[in-house]
């Protein structure tokens, strides 16, 4: 039997989510909470039950934008999400529910953002990848897996003497962001959906500040998921790239995950061929393909909403050139249809 999560069920929806192969942090119950007070997008989140047991999830979020388009997702706003079925009954309950709600709508595409290929007859974007690696318990081995040319930039940070906090709010993390994601051209989320995060997921939710003489430098945000921790929402001001600020950032991140016991540090996902793939290979992390599969619907292909497709390149570089508080005034506008 499939049904729609009401908040009573939360509980045992996360349960399933965290005993099931495959769950993520982008499964959890809580995701409808935050994109529903953060973007107002309807929310769909069904449930397969079997004899009074959980038997799959499929989170899914339906954003119908005049410019970016019409869609439903699993799971927007995040890397990873799909159904996860214990058995095959479930999981063709599942998609046929998710299929029948996307004709229902009237969306021009399903997507599910799977790490693993689950609709081979689906087309799928071979855009992203994720990038994971185990952790050693010992912090020092750690430091010592780094590529050569890469630890001499985080041994620089030490060097520099900078230093990391654990903030209790927002408004670092946001400064350094907002910057981060302007001087890329591509509009913020609101300030809002990031304090919605902290309040949601508490101490799942972590936001880690790097400071230079008490000036910011660098901030981000890193979930904490079983034994993974996520750094998903980070950046810097223009002196992070001097004092070596990020990768400072990510080895204080890695460095205080391996105590706190985490196995797993999760890069998150990055388009191929661009600056952060780069980045995250040159720290030693190995690509994954990421399996964004597509259901299309009204559409004719594969929609390219994404800042490599050529028709948005005006955009990009007149967005850099924006002052900093007017791209955060109007970004959240259209950053809340791009999940």
């Given at each position: ?74 799971n927007a706003f995040c890397v990873y999400g799909g159904i996860l079925a ?47 690696k185990e952790l050693d318990p010992d912090v020092e081995k750690n430091l010592n897996a780094i ?193």
């Open positions: 039997m499939i049904k729609l999560l009401e908040p009573a069920q939360a509980e045992v929806w996360d349960n399933y989510v965290m005993a099931a192969a495959g769950g993520s942090f982008f499964h959890l119950a809580a995701w409808q909470q935050v994109i529903k007070r953060a973007f107002g997008h309807p929310t769909y989140y069904y449930y397969c039950e079997q004899d009074g047991q959980v038997t799959g999830v499929l989170p899914l979020t339906h954003i119908k934008s005049v410019l970016f388009g019409n869609s439903l997702v699993s214990s058995n095959d009954q479930a999981f063709q309950a599942l998609q046929a529910q998710a299929q029948q709600l996307a004709r229902d709508l009237g969306v021009d595409c399903l997507e599910m953002r799977n790490r693993q290929q689950a609709h081979p007859d689906w087309p799928h974007k071979e855009l992203y990848v994720t990038f994971r590529p050569r040319k890469q630890r001499a930039m985080v041994r620089a940070g030490i060097k520099a003497g900078l230093g990391s906090v654990i903030d209790d709010n927002v408004d670092r993390l946001y400064a350094a962001y907002s910057e981060s994601v302007r001087n890329l051209g591509t509009p913020v989320f609101p300030k809002k959906y990031f304090q919605i995060l902290k309040d949601v997921f508490g101490k799942d939710c972590e936001i880690l500040t790097v400071e230079h003489e008490g000036r910011l430098i660098a901030s981000v945000m890193s979930f904490y998921f079983m034994d993974e921790v996520l750094p998903y929402y980070g950046g810097g001001v223009d002196a992070a790239r001097d004092l070596k600020g990020n990768d400072f950032m990510y080895w204080e991140v890695m460095r205080r995950a391996v105590e706190k016991g985490c196995k797993i540090f999760d890069y998150g996902r990055s388009k191929i061929g661009t600056g952060s793939y780069r980045f995250k290979k040159h720290w030693g992390f190995e690509p994954e393909p990421l399996f964004y599969e597509i259901d299309l619907v009204a559409a004719k292909q594969i929609p390219e909403i994404n800042p490599l497709n050529p028709k948005y390149q005006l955009f990009i570089a007149a967005w850099k050139k924006l002052p900093l508080p007017i791209s955060q005034l109007i970004g959240p506008w259209l950053a809340k249809d791009l999940g």
